[in-house]
C-alpha cells in the first residue's frame, strides 16, 4: 500500500458504447497518478478486459492466459 492511498477503496460504475473503450483508456491511463499506485479495468462485452494503469493500459481477450499475464507484469 502507498502512504497516500486511502483506506477506503471507490467503485465506479461506467457504461457506455463499446466504440469509446480506448477513448476511456486513453482518458484514464491519462489521469491516474502513477505515484499513487492506482489502476481501472473494464470489460467490454464480456470478452475483453482492459487493465489501465498510468500511462498504459493492456487490452485482451477473457481467458487469454499471456494477455492477462502481461498486464499483471
Do not use: Q, S, T
Given at each position: 500500500m502507498?502512504?497516500?492511498q486511502p483506506t477506503i477503496w471507490t467503485f465506479v460504475d461506467?457504461?457506455?458504447p463499446n466504440s469509446l473503450a480506448d477513448d476511456l483508456a486513453q482518458s484514464l491511463a491519462d489521469a491516474l497518478q502513477s505515484a499513487l499506485g492506482?489502476?481501472?479495468d473494464f470489460t467490454i462485452d464480456d470478452t475483453e478486459h482492459v487493465v489501465v494503469f498510468s500511462g498504459r493500459s493492456f487490452r485482451y481477450r477473457i481467458g487469454d492466459?499471456?494477455?492477462r499475464a502481461e498486464a499483471v507484469a
Open positions: 502507498v502512504a497516500d461506467i457504461e457506455g492506482w489502476w481501472a492466459k499471456a494477455g
